[in-house]
């Protein structure tokens, strides 16, 4: 079965900073798109980075120059770096494993169960 498991979340003050870790199993990791998303209280869920299995990257706008996605197939884990953090960083944030797409015609998507980060003084 497919497990996507977050850790590295915690209460960090403004301006510090927290190193995600997703560690995934049950599927062929290098062939997915890792992403992360991350969902305040009251709010969507929001996209913040990806990783291609080629590794290109996105970042969201909201996290560009503090954020930083990153892979290692070897282990099977995806990371987001987060820098300069802030009290809007706040939320939960998840794992997302997804293969396919419009092109190959079919889309699988996984999430992890997620990780609290909390910024405040």
């Known amino acids: 079965q497919v497990q996507l498991v977050e850790s590295g979340g915690g209460l960090v003050q403004p301006g510090g900073s927290l190193r995600l870790s997703c560690a995934a199993s049950g599927i062929m990791f290098s062939s997915y798109a890792m992403g992360w998303y991350r969902q305040a209280p009251g709010k969507q869920r929001e996209f913040v980075a990806v990783i291609t299995s080629g590794g290109r990257t996105d970042i969201a706008d909201s996290v560009k120059g503090r954020g930083t996605i990153s892979r290692d197939n070897a282990k099977n884990t995806v990371y987001l770096q987060m820098d300069s953090l802030k009290p809007e960083d706040t939320a939960v944030y998840y794992c997302?494993?997804?293969?396919?797409?419009?092109?190959?015609?079919?889309?699988?998507?996984?999430w992890g169960q997620g990780t609290q980060i909390t910024v405040s003084s």
């Open positions: 997302n494993a997804k293969l396919g797409g419009a092109i190959v015609g079919y889309n699988l998507n996984y």
